[in-house]
Each structure stands twice: as C-alpha cells, then as structure tokens.
C-alpha cells in the first residue's frame, strides 16, 4: 500500500503563489504516474495535473496550464505542484493521487492522501 501525505497548502492573496508536495512511502514511487486533484466545497472532485514516472510528460486541465507546473524528485519520492497567479477560484482541498502504471493514461490506483487546504483571497 501506498501512503501519500500532501503539504504547502495555505491562505494567499489572489496572484500570489504555493508550491505542495506531495511525499509517498509505502511502495516504489519511482515506477508510478503521479497527479493532483481537487475539491472545492459543494464541488466534485476534479484533475489538476498529472506526470509520468519519469517525468517525461505532463498533462494539465485547461483551467490551470500556464500557471501550474508538475514536477516530481524520485530520490525523494516526492511530487510537486507550483501554482502561480493563484485565483479565488482555485480555492480547494487538493490532493495526488497514484495511477496504477508509469502512464497517466492508466486508471488511478491506490488511496488518497489527506488533502492540503488552498485557500485563495481576493
């Protein structure tokens, strides 16, 4: 099993910037496609960001690419998350999650982490 425990989050003023992390044990995190989600109140969860085992791609929904970057450290096996020009909307719980092979096109597989609480201010 896979634990996943996520941190950085924070309250910011609108166009400030976080950096979350996310640090895995459990398992080989080296081998495994990483994301962020997140969830806002009254909201169903939804994707942020995703990369590949490597590093090698990257895929971003369209409400963040350009001012969110995904990055991973597998010496550490810790994931990344850099948002800039943080809006109000971008308010969340966010949390990664473990796809079930080195590619994003694979289904999520294993648990969720706790969550980290963003909260942006106008």
């Known amino acids: 099993q896979v634990q996943l425990v996520e941190s950085g989050g924070g309250l910011v003023q609108a166009g400030g910037s976080l950096r979350l992390s996310c640090v895995a044990s459990?398992?080989?995190?080296?081998?495994?496609?990483m994301g962020w989600f997140r969830q806002a109140p009254g909201k169903e969860r939804e994707f942020v960001a995703a990369i590949t085992w490597n590093g090698g791609n990257t895929n971003y929904a369209d409400s963040v690419a350009g001012r969110f970057t995904i990055s991973r450290d597998n010496a550490k096996n810790t994931m990344y998350l850099q948002m800039n020009s943080l809006k109000p909307e971008d308010t969340a719980l966010y949390y990664c999650?473990?796809?079930?092979?080195?590619?994003?096109?694979?289904?999520?597989?294993?648990?969720w982490g706790q969550g980290t609480q963003v909260t942006v201010s106008s």
């Open positions: 459990g398992s080989i995190f080296s081998i495994y496609a």
């Open positions: 999650a473990r796809y079930s092979s080195g590619s994003y096109y694979s289904p999520l597989f294993g648990s």
